[in-house]
């Protein structure tokens, strides 16, 4: 195993991790914004760089085809919908 599978093997344990402390500490039966805010603020504990709702858009041949708004954004190569 590469150091790059290493660190993407770690940054993806810490997001499992969270995202399953979320969901077993608040439960069911809130609106998805309560979800989305508890796991922003479990991911910057764990030392992840967080953005929410962050507009990026989507080219297709240098055209502009649309803008998505991933709810999670992690530097340049993760985002979670």
Not at 12 to 30: D, H, K, P, Q, Y
Not at 66 to 81: E, H, T
Request: glycine content about 12%; hydrophobic content about 45%.
């Amino acid at each position: 195993m590469d150091q790059d599978e290493v660190e993407v093997n770690d940054i993806s344990e810490r997001i499992i991790g969270c995202a399953f402390r979320v969901m077993n500490t608040l439960g069911v039966g809130f609106l998805e914004k309560v979800y989305e805010n508890g796991l922003a603020h479990g991911l910057r504990t764990a030392g992840l760089r967080v953005t929410q709702q962050q507009a990026i858009s989507v080219s297709y041949n240098g055209i502009n085809v649309g803008i998505i708004r991933p709810i999670y954004w992690s530097g340049a190569w993760l985002w979670l919908n």
